[in-house]
Every structure is written in C-alpha cells, then in structure tokens.
C-alpha cells in the first residue's frame, strides 16, 4: 500500500466509523469534549497500524478506543456513576451531543451497584448494538466467554432492578 | 430477562451522534512527526513549513544581527513591558464547531486560545506524556531562546556546578561571546531562581562556559533540542544561538519539570511511554518553583490563569521586520500540574514571550482547568 492508498484508506476508515466510536467514546467519558479527544487518538493508532485493522474494522476501533480511555485512568466507579447519570437524565444535561428522552432512574441505580465488567459487556450489545462476536472482538475474549459473560450479566441486573423496584411483592399478588 | 435488555437499549443517552471533523486526527499525527508522511494537506493556521523554516533562519540572523551590532538593536527588556496589553493584537475568533456542546476538547480550547495568531499550542499530560492538543506548526523547530534557561539551570544544579543559593555574576555581556543581556543591564550578582525570574541571559551564559559545550548539547539532545554544532557554550545555554526546537519539544521541557524530572516521550496514550529521569526531582523543584516567580513577578505575569496558579518561562526573538518570535512554555496547577504547554507566536509587533504568548498561554490553561 502506498502513502495514497494508505491515506485513503484512513479516511475512508474515519468517514465510516468516527461517528460510531464518538457515540462509544461520548458514553465512556460523558462528554463530547473528551470524546473527540479520543476519537483522534483512535486514529492515530489507525494510522500507524493499518495493516492491523480487520476488514470489520468496527470491534477493533472500539477495543482501541477502550484502551485509550482505559489508559486515562478513569475509575470503574466513576464510570459506573457517568453511567448512571447518562441513564437517570436520558443524557439531558447537556453534556453530550444528542439525548435520548428516556430517563429511567431505577434502571440507572441497578446499573451502578453492578461490577464493571458486568456493565461493560451488557453496554457492548444493548448501546453498541454490537453482537457477541463483535463485542468479544471489542474486549479481546472468545465469543463463548462474552456469551457467557453476558448472560451473567443480565442475570445480575435483572436482580438488582428487582431489589431497586421491588414492583409486586408476594404478598400484594396474593391480595389480588 | 430479555425485557431487561430492552429497556437498557431503551436507555442509551446517545442514540445519533455526527462524526468529528477529522483535522484533529491531522494535527495529532503532525505532533507525532507522522504527519510529513502524509504530504501536502490544507492547513488550519499560517502557511507552509518554508515559512516557518525561513523564520527560524531570519530569527537566528537576526538574534546574530542584533547581538553583533547591540548599538543598532531594537531596545527591548521583557521585564518592563510584561504588564503591556496588546489592544492591537487580533482577538480570538468564535471557535467554528459543529458541536453546540458548551465543553469542547483540548484541541478546540487551544486553537480558540491561538485566535488569528500565527504559531502553535501544544499542551502535554505531564503525567502521561500524552498530547492534549497541538495545533499550528507544533513540530517546525524555531530557535528556543530563553526558554532553555530552565535546563541550563537544571543541569548546572544537577551536575553541582551551583547550589539554589549560589550567587552567580550577571554582568551587561560576557567578553568573547556573543551573549549580552537585554539592553546591555548589568546585575549584581543573582542566584539561579533570580535569573530565571527575569531572564538574564549572562547568567546562563556563565553557567554554560561552566558546564561546557558538550555536555549542554548532549543534554538539549535528551529533549530533543538539536544544538549547531559549532555554537560556543555561552550561546547555546543562554538560548542565543545555536539551537532549534519545536513547541512539542518546548512542550517536553515544560512537562518534565512539571513531572518532578521525569522526561516522558509523547505519545497518543497509546503503547508504553519510554520514561526517562533527566533531572533530580531537587532540582525540578527548584526549577518548578522559579518558574512560579516567573509569573508571579518576572517576564511573564500576564501568564497568568484565572483559578489556578501557573508556572512558565518566557522566550524571544527579534525579527527583522520589526516582528517577534515570542515563547511561553510552563504548566499548571503550578504544584500539582495536569497540564504542560508550549506556546510559540509569531507577532508582527515587537512583542517579548510575556506580552504577546502568555496571555496565549493564560487561555488555553483557564479554559483547560475549568473545562
């Protein structure tokens, strides 16, 4: 590949994905400001390894950006409360660059009280929209363990909104 | 347990969101030196490298110029003038962004900061070494000036040539060398951190015929400052010729001090930075706290940043049109920084680096802090 190829290939790269690891990055960090951070540092790594990137360049871009962010010291709990914040005002703040009218509170504290790890595999599918072979892709595991993974993490969140809204208990259901 | 999966989906804050321009990805690649790889493209500020390239030969001719012939010389003395506002000065343009986004990035607060200005901003995480941002020329090296006093100073306490409290003589110029201060003043003698303070350049010039020529030059190397090789000792550790530097290397100078010593390549925040120690975390103390004074009282108060008290050191060139090449590096907080900057300008008016690119600096650091 010549410096042409290469730069178009970058470029084509960019105009396809950037906006999907700016959504992803906006998510992670919160913000538009330190997502654009991000999304150039991602392409810089982009351009120095292109012959590294898959043909599905998607999982590898956001496993890319994962890092970076991850290498900005931002602690899981933060995270977990950027998260929640995002979730409980439907991002409406103003902090980010487009919002989903939803707010649900509930939902926003169940996702704080669980591990990281939970959390990131159960956003992969539901924000990403990614499947589990490209969410595996994303985080660098077998598709069997992201499954796997996943479903553990579904589990614990279905729990946790159980003990933030305890909707009907036993005893109204046998009033009715 | 599907319906849990709906209702997160339901709730993704961001559900459309334009892609970013791409300049920033250009600007950070060009910051890395990647960016000559990837030939001609439009440029956000100023013209094309032989622009800058030829700046910095007409810088050193005229820094030569105005040594060799001081009688003929512009007199100009950057402690006098640091108060000076510049109403000329052409105000920073409204940032032109899509996003509507009342945070913008690093890169966007230093291009805001630059304003119409010709030159570059770079700002470093000292702490990682990543760039923050870098916009303009940020790897076309100039002739550093006196920001390299801060690592003559370094060096001469790391290699105890001098303590904190050694006075040193300053005198008006030293004879055979090219080195004079501004407007030929002469000193009682000072010690280091008075020096730095108001940039007396016979000081480091003395200090430099103390350390010597080789060691001063394998020292700039470290950070990336290529010194001429036939530059005399007294000019290179004044910054008076014999030395180019890019603003991302001016950068690394700023960051190190900041960091206690520790000289971090920069990076993308990506792979493993290379750490290196280059100076005793003493003597980046002592350099910290001068540059402090700096601001404070000597050459470059109007550095200073709503919020938060900044460090820096202060650089300039006379160019022969009248015009200046005018530096500031430094860092901020100034005792637990989070960023390092390097601003370079190239002002047609006769500036000094505290006029015309501190107050550059003192932008982009207010913007950056309170972001």
């Given at each position: 590949m010549d410096e042409v190829d290469r730069r178009r290939r970058l470029e084509a790269l960019f105009s396809t994905h950037a906006g999907a690891v700016r959504a992803y990055a906006v998510r992670r960090t919160g913000d538009t400001a330190s997502a654009d951070d991000v999304v150039s540092d991602v392409f810089v790594v982009v351009w120095r390894r292109l012959d590294d990137v898959p043909a599905d360049a998607l999982p590898w871009l956001l496993g890319c950006a994962r890092r970076i962010i991850g290498n900005q010291r931002r602690s899981a709990r933060r995270h977990a409360a950027l998260v929640a914040r995002l979730v409980e005002t439907g991002g409406a703040d103003g902090s980010v660059g487009s919002h989903h009218p939803g707010a649900d509170r509930a939902l926003g504290e169940a996702l704080q009280t669980l591990r990281e790890r939970d959390r990131e595999v159960l956003l992969l599918v539901a924000?990403?929209?990614?499947d589990a072979r490209r969410a595996a892709a994303v985080i660098g595991c077998s598709e069997r363990a992201f499954a796997m993974r996943l479903h553990r993490a579904r589990e614990k969140l279905a729990a946790a909104l159980g003990r933030v809204e305890p909707k009907e208990t036993p005893a109204m259901e046998a009033v009715r | 347990m599907n319906d849990v999966m709906k209702r997160l989906t339901a709730a993704n804050p961001v559900t459309d969101i334009d892609g970013p321009p791409m300049g920033d990805v250009w600007d950070k690649l060009d910051a890395l030196g990647?960016?000559?790889?990837?030939?001609r493209r439009p440029r956000a500020v100023g013209a094309n490298r032989g622009w800058a390239v030829g700046l910095a030969f007409a810088a050193t001719l005229i820094v030569v110029a105005v040594v060799a012939l001081p009688l003929l010389a512009t007199p100009h003395r950057e402690r006098g003038a640091?108060?000076?506002?510049?109403?000329?000065v052409p105000r920073a343009p409204a940032a032109s962004t899509s996003s509507t986004s009342p945070e913008r990035g690093a890169q966007q607060l230093a291009r805001t900061a630059l304003g119409g200005h010709s030159g570059s901003v770079v700002a470093l995480d000292p702490r990682t070494g990543a760039i923050l941002a870098a916009v303009g020329h940020s790897r076309v090296a100039s002739a550093p000036e006196a920001t390299v006093d801060v690592l003559t100073a370094a060096l001469a306490l790391d290699q105890g040539t001098i303590t904190p409290a050694t006075l040193i003589p300053a005198p008006p110029r030293l004879p055979r060398t090219l080195v004079q201060n501004t407007e030929a003043a002469g000193f009682p003698a000072m010690t280091v951190t008075r020096a730095l303070t108001s940039s007396v350049n016979t000081v480091f010039g003395r200090l430099g015929q103390e350390l010597g020529a080789p060691l001063l030059k394998s020292y700039f190397r470290r950070f990336g400052i290529r010194p001429?090789?036939?530059?005399d000792a007294a000019a290179l550790a004044s910054g008076q010729g014999g030395l180019v530097a890019s603003p991302l290397e001016m950068a690394t100078v700023a960051a190190t001090v900041a960091d206690d010593g520790l000289l971090i390549s920069p990076g993308?925040?990506?792979g493993h930075p290379v750490t290196r120690r280059v100076m005793s975390v003493a003597t980046a103390r002592v350099i910290s706290e001068a540059m402090r004074r700096v601001v404070l009282q000597g050459t470059a108060t109007p550095a200073a940043a709503d919020g938060a008290p900044v460090a820096g050191k202060t650089g300039t060139a006379p160019l022969g049109d009248g015009g200046s090449l005018d530096w500031f590096i430094g860092f901020a907080p100034a005792a637990h920084p989070t960023v390092a900057v390097a601003v370079l300008v190239r002002d047609a008016?006769?500036?000094y680096g505290g006029t015309v690119a501190a107050p550059i600096a003192a932008r982009f650091l207010t913007a950056f802090l309170q972001r």
């Open positions: 924000w990403e929209g990614l | 990647d960016g000559a790889r990837l030939g640091a108060g000076a506002n510049h109403p000329g001429d090789p036939t530059a993308a925040g990506t008016r006769s500036g």
